[in-house]
């Protein structure tokens, strides 16, 4: 009787309460967008397109069967930015601070729950950790919107150009990618601001800032510019994307815009390594660049930013703790390191294991789709790994796909932001508790 009960009282796990979260969000999400209110044609979306929309903007993608601008009313863009922000600050941080606004108690599950989502240290001070991420959220893009608005009111005027700079600015700090410049050319993104340097720079800033994850931010707050007492991972995050900033930028100016006048060439070069760091806008037209850059892009994507970010993809230390272990396998040492702090064993596993579930099901996907609408398999692999890495560049493929095409991405976008190891640790909750272990016989690989 008491294994009965304590089976019918079950309580969901974090995993599972953070994917319901945003399943639910997005079916929600695309209700509204169904409305007749929501299009400019007075119809209403279709349930694929308002599906395609939702998932996109919970999982602040941004790839688009509609353009944005012309297809959705103010009403719809408004759904679309609400879910930008909910997905890009996660499900569970918005729950908390209405529970918190409203004066509840938040429990131990909550808690719990909160610190997934944001990849926290440690349960303590979670709520505290709470109110610094939607004050701090909030300031940093209202700044944006500041520095935006006497461009966007300039060739909008004072109302329209004050919505676009609130929409840019949200898209680009939770690295969402949607955009309004359809207005002029649709699908256009950014391009006809390619040589504008307060929105490079200003975009460029917000996509850095959301995807350094919200721990950094805690710790830079707390020690300032003393890198040395930063916590390993700050260190390794900031590292490692300042690493991903630069020698990408460094290729793009010497091999991809070499024909650019030099200040635009600056600034396309600079934003291109910024962009595919899971934000999804673009300066230039990317079926222009070699494959060698459209492969150096699709790295980008799926490494994405930083754990506990609005960014997605593998996170930049899952691909630093796997560089790092390898280097401990080269010098042959007993454990991978980071700046003279050793690091445990199940965080390489979990990387690798995050790594061949990103490939597996970029490469899967892609195969499935070049063969499915008989595009270039480049074209179709540019696109999953936009998907599965939440960033929504895109060589024009999306629009033109078949509803099985569209399903697989969908599906790539709720993996890549949800997280793979959250699904399979949601589905996967009940953990093997025997103390007996098979027997130990030594394999070789390499």
């Known amino acids: 009787m008491k294994n009965a009960t304590q089976k019918n009282h079950r309580h969901f796990t974090s995993f599972q309460v953070i994917i319901l979260g945003f399943f639910s969000v997005i079916l929600l999400g695309s209700l509204l967008l169904m409305l007749p209110i929501s299009t400019r044609d007075g119809h209403g979306a279709s349930f694929a397109d308002g599906l395609f929309t939702a998932t996109s903007a919970v999982c602040v993608t941004g790839l688009i069967v509609r353009d944005t601008a012309t297809y959705w009313s103010e009403f719809g863009q408004a759904v679309i930015l609400t879910l930008i922000q909910i997905g890009g600050m996660g499900v569970v941080t918005i729950a908390v601070a ?19 989502a944001i990849s926290a240290h440690q349960v303590g001070g979670i709520v505290r950790l709470t109110k610094f991420i939607l004050k701090t959220s909030i300031s940093i893009e209202l ?25 840019h ?35 460029m800033a917000l996509i850095i800032t959301g995807g350094l994850g919200f721990v950094t931010w805690a710790d830079i707050r707390k020690n300032k510019f003393h890198f040395r007492k930063y916590n390993m991972q700050s260190k390794v995050i900031l590292t490692v994307t300042a690493g991903l900033l630069i020698f990408p930028a460094i290729y793009f100016f010497f091999c991809e815009f070499s024909n650019f006048p030099i200040g635009e060439r600056i600034l396309s070069s600079l934003f291109q390594s910024v962009t595919p760091r899971t934000a999804g806008f673009n300066t230039v037209d990317l079926t222009l660049l070699t494959e060698t850059g459209l492969m150096i892009m699709i790295i980008l994507m799926l490494i994405g930013g930083s754990p506990g970010s609005t960014a997605g993809g593998m996170k930049t230390t899952t691909v630093a703790v796997l560089f790092s272990s390898a280097l401990a396998v080269f010098r042959k040492q007993d454990s991978a390191h980071f700046f003279s702090r050793r690091i445990p064993d199940n965080a390489v596993k979990n990387a690798a ?41 895109s060589l024009g493929l999306t629009p033109s796909l078949g509803m099985v095409s569209k399903a697989i991405l969908i599906l790539l976008m709720f993996f890549g932001r949800v997280g793979g190891l959250t699904l399979i640790f949601a589905a996967l909750s009940e953990r093997n508790t025997f103390g007996s272990r098979y027997p130990q016989e030594k394999i070789t690989v390499g």
Not at 100 to 111: E, H, P, T
Not at 181 to 203: H, K
Request: aromatic share 12%.
């Open 353 to 393: 294991t995050i790594l061949m579930m990103y490939l597996t099901l970029f490469l899967g996907g892609g195969m499935v789709i070049s063969y499915i609408e008989k595009v270039p398999l480049m074209s179709a692999l540019f696109e999953t790994s936009s998907a599965i890495g939440t960033v929504g560049l």
């Open 143 to 167: 700044l944006g919107a500041l520095l935006l608005a006497p461009v966007f009111c300039k060739d909008f005027g004072i109302f329209k150009g004050l919505w676009y700079s609130v929409f």
């Open 98 to 116: 209405i529970a918190v606004a409203s004066g509840r108690k938040i429990g131990l599950m909550q808690r719990s729950t909160m610190q997934e």
């Open 169 to 203: 600015s949200i898209s680009a700090f939770c690295n969402a990618g949607f955009d309004l410049i359809g207005i002029r050319e649709p699908f256009s993104s950014l391009t006809s601001y390619a040589s504008n340097p307060i929105v490079n720079f200003t975009i």
